[in-house]
């Protein structure tokens, strides 16, 4: 991953039965602690290139408020990604952020 402006970045899913999933992108916008703007592509839907915007925002009395909205380039290639069973691994990736994020705070 390379974090900055027209940085790239891929990553390489293996599920245990040997089913990979990849994924790229590159960023377009990159404001450090506030907001990112990326590009994201399911290397197996190609073409489909929807953009990903990502803020934080701080929270009174600590924490922050991570928010992320996906913009796909047709109803059809959203509806796609929804069928492929992404949105239960983007849950179960939530969550472990999620659990990952508390531990620190123990």
Known sequence: MEVRKGGVWRFVQRES???VHAHNGVYHEVTVGERLVNTYEYESFPGAV???TTTFEDL???GTKFT???LYPSAEAREGVLQSGMTEGARELFDRLEAYMAGLQS
Do not use: S
Request: hydrophobic content about 35%; cysteine-free; charged content about 10%.
């Open 17 to 19: 039965n040997g089913t």
């Open 60 to 62: 009174p009395g600590g």
């Open 50 to 52: 929807a953009l990903v």
């Open 68 to 70: 992320e909205v996906t």
